[in-house]
Structures are given as structure tokens and as C-alpha cells.
């Protein structure tokens, strides 16, 4: 895959583009079956990957130089990572892979010295690993108020008990930020101040991983279900203000969404390409698909789908990145929109791929399971939707209009 600069960008996030996809699109994708692979020929390959990309000055788009990132802000990451996003390989070849890299980012922001020492510095080193509770069997995770497992203060120490579960990573993970519940609502209408993160070391006594959760047929996913009984962590494990957790979880989702959803298009970007190369080529019929008219609409209902996912997320990552303007509404069109977009676009590949569409000889088949999940996953649709009605019908009630223009 090739691309040319952009030329209303900046040369330094032009110059960041193309040499991203020079080594995703050389040295990633056609290996792709290679890195799929837990062989020493695979981890090898890995490994020069990664060396590269460091010496390129391209690792850890996320962290600041200081800690052996690239520095390069919120504009210029979001734009990497919809090359990153060409390949299923690429972010974590560059150095970010979730959930660390929002951990890392939450610990940079909200960590202490102290935690940033203990916990930040081996996560980035990689000696490490991390993973996040918030979701719980036992409460809606579309309602962040109704968390139920609870952290109780006695001496220096909380006490934490509760039941998470789809904590990805978990079972590699040394520590877990958990999100509890640290106060009842007053009646004062701070309902927001109940909820802290709290790092919990995951071998703490009373902290039981009960199985990893099958997703998608898949038993490895490593998406875990977590039993936390009476686990006593130092006081010092708080991270950020006691009752910010809201606050702190928000802000990895609210930055994290526009990364997702740039994620979204660079995937719908390798997908259209898959089917476009595939319809000029295969032929059904007697002609090539490209001459059929269902799929001329296959490549023109993508590339509606392309253009308007991208230009949105552009958007909204401008908005965001300019600090001026409410981008809250915009952040939900983003979340509800793209992901359902790139569901529409890696469908049509597979559709004109055929049995191959289906196969885990192509990136289509994962990517159709990542666009579904992603419906789900950071707030469903259906709460991103009330959550724009929400911002628009506050407007008009108190007295104004919607203003497109921002
Ligand atoms: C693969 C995967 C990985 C994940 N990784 C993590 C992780 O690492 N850490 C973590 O904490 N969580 C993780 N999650 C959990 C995810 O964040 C939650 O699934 C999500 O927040 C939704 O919560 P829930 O599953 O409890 O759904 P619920 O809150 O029970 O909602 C179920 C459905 O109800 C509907 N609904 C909800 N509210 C409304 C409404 N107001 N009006 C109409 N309909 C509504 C929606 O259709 C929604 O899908 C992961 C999930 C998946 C699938």
C-alpha cells in the first residue's frame, strides 16, 4: 500500500506517514502470516520489526520523549495510527498495545512518583504487563455509577471487594487498575466524586482470576473474569484524587476514541484496497467482478463510507485538539458512526473475497470481529445516541441553536 503526503498537513506529520507506512507496508504486511505465528522465526522477525521501528524514531507514538516515546502530540498520533491500523500487527510493532498504552497514559497523568517508578517505567520497559477492571458480571457497564465492587478505608489500607470481568489482558497482567466504589451518593448531587482508580498488584492475596471469558469462539482472548475478596492495598495504590475515577476513565476514552475510531479508517482503508485489487482481478462469469454493476456499488457505497468516517474523526480530533468547542456530541457521533461504517466496508470485502472473505488467510475476518465488537465495547451505540440527543436538546432548551460550524 502506498500513500502520497497530505498537502495541507505539516511536513514533520507528512514526514511521520509515509515512513510508517514504508515499514508497515514493506516489512508488516507482507509477513503477516509469519507474525501470526508463536514460532522462533516469528518472534525473530518481531524483533528486527521493532528495531527498526526504533531506529526510525517511530516507537511509542502514545509516550513522551522522556520516556522513550516519539513526543509528537495528539494531531500527529492520530494520523499514524490509521497507517498503523493497515496491518493487525502494526500498532503493537510500534509500541502500543492496548490495554498498557492506556494504562501508561493514565499513569503518566495521574501517577505519582512513586507509582510512575514502580509501575510506569517496567510497563514501558516491557518487563511488565497491566490490565483495567471496570466491567462487572453484576452491573451495567453502559452505567458507570452502578459500579458495585467497593473500596473501604481501614487504617492506611483499602479494602477491596468485588466481581469484574472482560479485563482484557488480565491473566499476563502484574497489576490491575481498578475501578471502585469508594462513597455512596450523598444526596448532594456530587454523584460523580463515588468512584476511584485504585493499581491493585495481581498477586495480592484475595486477587482470583476465575477463567478467561470465550470470545468469539476464541478461548485465548485472555478477556478475564475476576473475583477481588477483601484485597488490601496501601493507600498509596490511589491513583489521581480519591473519587476521580470518572474523571480519569473518561479522559482515556474520550482522546482514546478518536485513536480507535482513526483505527477504524485505517482498516477500512486496507479492506477497500483488498476488495478493489480483488475485483480487478478474479473473474466470475465470464468477466472480471469489476465490470459488475453490484460491485461498482460495493466500491462506491466504501468509499462514501471511507471518506465520511475520516473526515468526521479528523474533524473531531481537530476540535479536540484545538481546545475550543463542547466535542462531547462529536466524540459519540465519532464512536457510533465509524465503527459501524468500517462493519459495512469489511463485510463488502469479504463479500467479493468470497470463502477466502472468511478465512484467517486475510485480515478481513478479524477486522469483521473487531468492527462488531467495538459497538460494544467503549459505550454502546445506544448510549452514545442519548448522549448526543442529550447535547443537542440542551442547547435548543436553553434558548440556542446547534452550531455545526466548530
Ligand atoms: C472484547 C472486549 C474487551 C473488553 N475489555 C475490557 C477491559 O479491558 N476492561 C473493562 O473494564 N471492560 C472491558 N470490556 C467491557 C466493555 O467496556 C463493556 O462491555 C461495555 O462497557 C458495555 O457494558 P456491558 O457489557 O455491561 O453492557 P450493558 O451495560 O449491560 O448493556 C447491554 C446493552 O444494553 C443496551 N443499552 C445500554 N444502555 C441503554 C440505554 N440507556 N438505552 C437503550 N439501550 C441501552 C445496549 O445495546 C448495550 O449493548 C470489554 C468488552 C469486550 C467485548
Avoid at 509500541?95 to 497514559?105: D, E, K, M, Y
Avoid at 456530587?190 to 495480592?204: L, S
Avoid at 495504590?237 to 478518536?258: C, F, I, P
Avoid at 463479500?351 to 472468511?358: E, K, L, R
Wanted: hydrophobic residues 40%.
Amino acid at each position: 500500500m502506498r500513500i502520497a503526503p497530505i498537502p495541507t498537513l505539516d511536513p514533520e506529520t507528512n514526514d511521520i506517514r509515509l515512513r510508517t507506512a514504508k515499514i508497515v507496508s514493506e516489512l508488516i504486511i507482507p509477513n503477516e502470516n509469519i507474525l501470526r505465528q508463536r514460532t522462533p522465526e516469528a518472534r525473530q522477525l518481531r524483533k528486527e520489526i521493532e528495531e527498526r521501528v526504533k531506529a526510525e524514531g517511530l516507537w511509542a507514538p502514545h509516550l513522551p520523549k522522556e520516556y522513550g516515546g516519539m513526543g509528537i502530540g495528539f494531531m500527529k498520533h492520530a494520523y499514524m495510527n490509521e497507517i498503523l491500523a493497515w496491518s493487525p500487527f502494526g500498532a503493537r510493532l510500534f509500541g502500543v498495545v492496548a490495554p498498557n498504552s492506556g494504562n501508561q497514559t493514565i499513569l503518566l497523568r495521574y501517577g505519582t512518583e512513586e507509582q510512575k517508578k514502580k509501575w510506569l517505567e517496567p510497563l514501558i520497559r516491557g518487563e511488565i504487563e497491566s490490565c483495567f477492571a471496570m466491567t462487572e458480571p453484576n452491573a451495567p457497564g453502559s452505567d458507570p455509577y452502578a459500579i458495585q465492587t467497593r473500596a473501604v478505608r481501614e487504617g492506611d489500607e483499602w479494602v477491596i471487594n468485588g466481581h469484574k470481568w472482560f479485563c482484557s489482558n488480565a491473566s499476563r497482567a502484574h497489576f490491575a487498575i481498578v475501578m471502585c466504589r469508594t462513597a455512596e451518593d450523598d444526596g448532594t448531587g456530587k454523584a460523580k466524586d463515588r468512584m476511584t482508580q485504585i493499581i491493585v498488584p495481581t498477586d495480592t492475596p484475595g486477587f482470583r482470576i476465575v477463567r478467561s471469558v470465550p470470545v468469539w469462539g476464541h478461548t485465548d482472548g485472555d478477556h478475564c473474569e475476576i473475583i477481588l475478596e477483601n484485597v488490601r492495598v496501601p493507600v498509596t495504590n490511589t491513583l489521581g484524587r480519591e473519587g476521580s475515577g470518572h474523571e480519569a476513565a473518561q479522559e482515556r476514552l474520550g482522546a482514546g476514541r478518536v485513536f480507535h475510531c482513526m483505527n477504524c479508517v485505517g482498516q477500512m482503508w486496507r479492506a477497500f484496497d483488498l476488495m478493489v485489487r480483488r475485483a480487478t482481478e478474479r473473474v466470475v462469469h465470464g468477466g472480471k467482478l469489476e465490470e459488475k454493476q453490484f460491485i461498482q456499488g460495493f466500491i462506491a457505497d466504501s468509499y462514501i463510507d471511507i471518506m465520511a468516517a475520516r473526515l468526521m474523526t479528523i474533524h473531531t480530533a481537530q476540535v479536540i485538539d484545538s481546545g475550543v468547542g463542547d466535542v462531547r456530541a462529536n466524540i459519540s457521533a465519532i464512536k457510533v458512526f465509524v465503527p459501524a461504517a468500517l462493519e459495512r466496508v469489511v463485510d463488502r470485502a469479504i463479500q467479493v473475497w468470497g470463502a477466502a472473505g472468511v478465512s484467517s488467510d486475510l485480515p478481513l475476518e478479524g477486522m469483521y470481529r473487531g468492527a462488531r465488537t467495538l459497538r460494544i465495547a467503549d459505550g454502546p451505540d445506544e448510549v452514545h445516541r442519548i448522549l448526543i440527543a442529550k447535547h443537542v436538546l440542551k442547547v435548543y432548551h436553553d434558548g440556542g441553536n446547534w452550531d455545526f460550524g466548530f
